[in-house]
């Protein structure tokens, strides 16, 4: 009795046990990203032809790419391309390698740290935008004061991304190095480092989408040729389609350079898990 | 090359953790200290490898380097402490690159020590692909490598299940046969005390202090799973280590 008990009177409630345990653990889609830009422009561009979004708030998406095919064409795309590219490379590497080195010396020495970390947080909040025309002042109108002004706008939050970093680097793996005798350089170039770099480069991934926004900042001032200025004459004579073409080359370029630290990072950190 | 404790005695702050430790560690053989936890045996072991200074006492080095030594007093870390950016081969040259040996005899020290560990197809694996008992190997190579004159061991095998450790414990046996080595080797876990140990330093609860030191004579190779003579040494220490637990535990519930 107790046998078919047992066996047949559960049966009704026999379930399987319900799966929660998915989720965050993000996963590769290559193609979905591109699917959400183009199917965006494809709704924007039926809605601006049909006429249910004026030519007046936003320009049809086609007008815009025919645009840079023109600017292409006219040989103007590398007229601009080449100052700002100069700028932008030019001023990051400038503000995160002075960036990445300061960080790493507040990391490593308390009296840096003690010194430097009220100032860099001091400096963070400032707008680098409004020191412009200090900078103007300081480096004269040209290329200097553009490179000062995206070093400096890079330089605070590469420091803060590399100083935490460092504190993070696991503390078993620095005293495993003191155990076995090996120098302090040893350990800061073949541990600390090593250690630090996801975190490094999560910030320079930061900094340089900092950077594009001060190029066009930068650009603002006496740039006769760059992707800003470009964006900034066609922005005051009103015309959208230029306006959207320079939007749509600084998005290219923030990707390109995302792209490039997500291609640095699978080749610099094979190693995690 | 001996090491002797003399009267090591420690405090954090208000805190006692160790009260006048001596204790010889005698060449060739290996010394288990056991204890209560946060009865300081991590500290004490710190201490002998010169990661801390003891607050009183002192430790002795009795005797010379032996030659080829590269690394005197050299730890195996519980949570094996491998970088996890170098491949296992690159795990074991890290510790012979300061030592600047060449090429040639850097590459016969790696071919020798992975072999003694049973690593030699694992050479170019990263860490992450390895298991437990594996990386726990990997950081014995890197310790064998730089041929220490005595190895500090802070509970290695306690993040191994206990198949791997059973494993473990034999390989160790096997390398101090095939080639004694000193080593003070800490854990809680009794079977490893009376499985590797020479003698075994039991300490009481905190501050820690030496209460009973027992030897084990009959050789390494000799000592089996299930070992009537080892089963009464191991149930000697529990009841007196029982105590000390049990008030140990006590304690830091009050805390
Ligand atoms: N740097 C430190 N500062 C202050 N207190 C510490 C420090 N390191 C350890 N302690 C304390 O010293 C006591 C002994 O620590 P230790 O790690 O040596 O114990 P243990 O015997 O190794 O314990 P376990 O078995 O848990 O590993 C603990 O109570 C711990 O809280
Ligand atoms: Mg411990």
């Keep these: 009795m107790s046998d078919t008990s047992r066996s047949s009177a559960p049966t009704s409630s026999y379930k399987p046990v319900a799966f929660r345990g998915g989720g965050f653990a993000p996963r590769p889609h290559r193609w979905v990203g591109l699917g959400v830009f183009v199917s965006l422009i494809l709704i924007v561009e039926v809605l601006t032809r049909a006429g249910i979004i004026t030519s007046l708030t936003l320009p049809i998406p086609s007008d815009v790419f025919w645009t840079l095919v023109e600017l292409w064409q006219s040989g103007m795309f590398y007229k601009h391309m080449v100052p700002s590219l100069t700028r932008l490379v030019v ?183 | 090359m001996d090491l002797k404790l003399d009267s090591i005695g420690h405090s954090y702050g208000d805190l006692e953790i160790l009260r006048d430790i001596s204790l010889d560690i005698p060449k060739g053989k290996i010394v288990c200290i056991i204890g209560p936890s946060g009865c300081g045996k991590s500290t004490l072991l710190r201490m002998i490898g010169g990661l801390e200074q003891p607050g009183r006492g002192q430790i002795l080095q009795i005797g010379d380097v032996p030659d080829g030594c590269l690394n005197p007093l050299t730890y195996v870390f519980q949570d094996f402490a491998l970088l996890p950016w170098r491949t296992v081969e690159g795990n074991i040259q890290l510790v012979l690159e300061d030592h600047r040996l060449g090429a040639q005899q850097t590459e016969a020290i790696i071919a020798d020590v992975l072999a003694r560990t049973k690593l030699s197809d694992f050479r170019q694996a990263l860490p992450k692909q390895i298991s437990g008992g594996m990386k726990q190997r990997v950081a014995l190579a890197r310790a064998l490598a730089v041929n220490p004159a005595v190895m500090l061991m802070d509970e290695p095998l306690s993040a191994l299940d206990s198949q791997t450790r059973e494993l473990l414990m034999g390989d160790l046996v096997a390398l101090w046969e095939r080639e004694p080595f000193t080593a003070v080797y800490v854990t809680h876990n009794l079977n490893e005390a009376v499985r590797l140990g020479h003698s075994i330093v039991l300490l009481s609860r905190r501050p820690g202090r030496i209460r009973e030191i027992v030897e084990i004579d009959t050789p390494l190779a000799d000592r089996t799973l299930g070992d009537p003579e080892l089963e009464r040494k191991q149930v000697q220490l529990w009841q007196l280590m029982r105590d000390e637990a049990v008030a140990a535990d006590q304690e830091l519930l009050s805390v």
Excluded at chain 1, 170 to 191: A, E, H, N, Y
């Design chain 1, 91 to 273: 001023g990051a590497l400038i503000g995160c390698t002075v960036g990445v080195s300061v960080g790493i010396l507040i990391g490593l020495f308390s009296l840096a740290r003690a010194g430097l970390v009220p100032l860099v947080a001091a400096i963070f909040p400032i707008p680098k935008i409004a020191l412009l025309p200090l900078f103007v002042i300081w480096f004269g109108i040209d290329e200097m004061s553009k490179y000062a002004l995206i070093a400096f706008g890079t330089f605070t939050p590469t420091v803060v991304a590399t100083y935490g970093a460092v504190d993070n680097v696991d503390r078993t793996l620095i005293r495993m190095g003191q155990s076995f005798s090996l120098s302090w350089v040893s350990i800061v170039r073949k541990i600390v480092l090593p250690g630090a770099m996801p975190g490094i480069l999560s910030g320079l991934r930061i900094s340089l989408a900092i950077a594009i926004i001060l190029l066009v900042a930068a650009e603002m001032l006496g740039a006769e040729y760059g992707i800003g200025a470009y964006i900034l004459q066609a922005g005051s004579l009103y015309d959208l389609e230029r306006l959207f073409a320079g939007v749509a080359i600084l998005s290219v370029l923030g990707v390109m350079v995302s792209t490039l630290i997500g291609t640095l990072e699978r080749i610099l950190l094979k190693w995690r898990v």
